[in-house]
T-cell receptor, first 117, second 111 residues
Framework: GAVVSQHPSWVICKSGTSVKIECRSL??????MFWYRQFPKQSLMLMAT?????????EQGVEKDKFLINHASLTLSTLTVTSAHPEDSSFYIC?????????????FGPGTRLLVL | DAKTTQPPSMDCAEGRAANLPCNHSTISGNEYVYWYRQIHSQGPQYIIHGLKNNETNEMASLIITEDRKSSTLILPHATLRDTAVYYCIVIKDFGNEKLTFGTGTRLTIIP
């Protein structure tokens, strides 16, 4: 149980285009999902907290108009990188919390590697 | 959330027990100790968590000192597939708390 998937696993796009990344909880419902970014040789940095049915909460320094988050159902959150630039190239990882569990265990997706040319 | 301190790297021989320490001297009474690991180019994987009692599951054991200021993750029989960065995170229970990843310990299992 507690499987989180991401799609696509990797994507290459041209500068100026938008890229959508999906995060799905496969066998549990998640009212809250989290989006992280990881640059090479660095740790994961939280970008935003995605709440089902409401607006996402962004961390300081993360542009909400550039990184659009939609959490329309209890099993799906999407992150859209708008007008992508080479500096947005990174490893994007989502996590989801099983709302049936009382404790704060988060389960992570396999990540999406984005390369902007 | 309380800050954690971990050694940046460790080596362990294959088949031996890997003991990964973590200091969390400012931990408060309602904060849990969580361990995750990240194998290269993958998302983090949950390992184990505990409050004050020692815990064991199919992956590892977690030993928390009586004063809760430090803990040790034990991988009883390390394999090459256990090579990863291990993160010790302290977090309050409930409330959709955010996980803050430090730099972790890069564990290398030596054949």
């Amino acid at each position: 149980g507690a499987v989180v998937s991401q799609h696509p696993s990797w994507v290459i796009c041209k500068s100026g285009t938008s890229v959508k990344i999906e995060c799905r909880s496969l066998d549990f419902q998640a009212t809250t999902m989290f989006w992280y970014r990881q640059f090479p040789k660095q740790s994961l940095m939280l970008m935003a907290t995605s709440n089902e049915g409401s607006k996402a909460t962004y961390e300081q320094g993360v542009e909400k108009d550039k990184f659009l988050i939609n959490h329309a159902s209890l099993t799906l959150s999407t992150l859209t990188v708008t007008s992508a630039h080479p500096e947005d190239s990174s490893f994007y990882i989502c996590s989801a919390r099983d709302q049936e569990q009382l404790q704060e265990t988060q389960y992570f997706g396999p990540g999406t590697r984005l390369l902007v040319l | 959330d309380a800050k954690t301190t971990q050694p940046p790297s460790m080596d362990c021989a294959e088949g031996r027990a890997a003991n990964l320490p973590c200091n969390h001297s400012t931990i408060s009474g309602n904060e849990y100790v969580y361990w995750y690991r990240q194998i290269h180019s993958q998302g983090p994987q949950y390992i184990i968590h505990g409050l004050k009692n020692n815990e064991t599951n199919e992956m590892a054991s977690l030993i928390i000192t009586e004063d809760r200021k430090s803990s040790t993750l034990i991988l009883p029989h390390a394999t090459l597939r256990d090579t990863a960065v291990y993160y010790c995170i302290v977090i309050k229970d409930f409330g959709n708390e955010k996980l803050t990843f430090g730099t972790g310990t890069r564990l290398t299992i030596i054949p």
